[in-house]
């Protein structure tokens, strides 16, 4: 097969380096058992209840100078790239839609998981995530202001270690504000990895995978997606995995409904930033206008006079 080599293509043929570790033969006992150490503390060094966006959270906008608007948000080794563009007619759509459409597409990276990734073709796993990040966007958008046309978001995994589909959602939100697509309310969003009576807020990847595959079906265990309106204090989408009891579901809400009420100011600090740095470049082009319009009287002038003087 012929490669795109306007993409970052990986090996076509490769085998992971995890195959040939001691890790790959582990039980899940062993493996539940190296999460945690003697101190209550994760590999990263957080504590159970501890998210990645207090200590280890970087994100920015204007990433992708052709589009509308852009955003890059990092969660240690979670890097997430997304690009919004203008709105454009829906195309082969036979009825007229009152309802603006979201066209949503999440790619992973050939090298961003320890498993090889088909560089063309999408996966289940990214259809899955690009039909989830359309419906937790969809309530947050205007739709009605675009009737007839479409939104297209593109969100790029560079690098995946757990709480992907937070971080995209976290990205496309930034990225439609910086593209000043009219929304409600600024989403955001958490994810929660429960085994048994642990809860592992904002996950990586080898906490999520036990999390999903316990073998004991009589304890709790899952993973739980949540994205809210801060502001209108409404739940923009729920995705719960795996078999959870009410009691387990409603703590885990409320611990991320504070894990998403606290990525708000980041997110709003960056969305100010980036309008005092408007308001700035306004004014100097405001000022290199004056110049250019003061030498050009100037010119004028020293013309009258050469006319006036032959």
């Not at 309106?229 to 923009?236: D, G, I, Y």
Request: one cysteine or more; aromatic letters at 8%; a negative charge.
């Amino acid at each position: 097969m012929p490669l795109d080599y306007r993409r970052f293509n990986g090996p076509e043929d490769s085998v992971s380096y995890k195959r040939f570790t001691e890790d790959y033969l582990k039980s899940y006992d062993e493996l539940y058992s190296e999460l945690i150490d003697a101190n209550e503390h994760r590999k990263d060094g957080r504590e159970i209840e501890e998210a990645r966006t207090m200590c280890m959270f970087y994100a920015r906008s204007n990433m992708v100078s052709q589009a509308k608007g852009s955003s890059y948000i990092e969660m240690k080794k979670t890097k997430v790239v997304c690009s919004v563009f203008d709105p454009r007619e829906t195309m082969h759509q036979n009825e007229f839609s009152t309802l603006g459409q979201l066209f949503c597409e999440v790619k992973f990276a050939p090298f961003s998981c320890h498993h090889q990734r088909q560089p063309h073709v999408p996966d289940s796993e990214e259809k899955a995530l690009s039909v989830a990040l359309r419906k937790a966007l969809e309530p947050t958008v205007c739709r009605h202001l675009f009737p007839n046309f479409q939104i297209d978001i593109f969100v790029y995994i560079l690098e995946n270690d757990g709480s992907c589909l937070a971080a995209a959602i976290n990205a496309a939100g930034l990225a439609l504000a910086n593209a000043a697509v009219p929304m409600y309310d600024i989403i955001t969003a958490c994810s929660v990895a429960i085994i048994g009576d642990k809860m592992f807020v904002d996950p990586t990847q080898p906490e999520e995978h036990l999390a999903i595959t316990s073998p004991d079906t009589k304890t709790n265990h899952g993973l739980i997606t949540m994205s809210m309106l801060h502001e209108l204090k409404q739940v923009a989408d729920f995705r719960q995995i795996g078999s959870l009891d009410v009691d387990c579901v409603l703590k885990a809400t409320d611990i991320l409904e504070q894990e998403c009420k606290k990525i708000v100011p980041k997110i709003q600090k960056i969305l100010v930033k980036n309008v005092v740095k408007g308001v700035e470049q306004q004014k100097k082009l405001h000022e290199e206008a004056k110049v250019r319009e003061a030498a050009l009287k100037a010119k004028m002038e020293e013309w009258k006079l050469l006319l006036n003087g032959g």
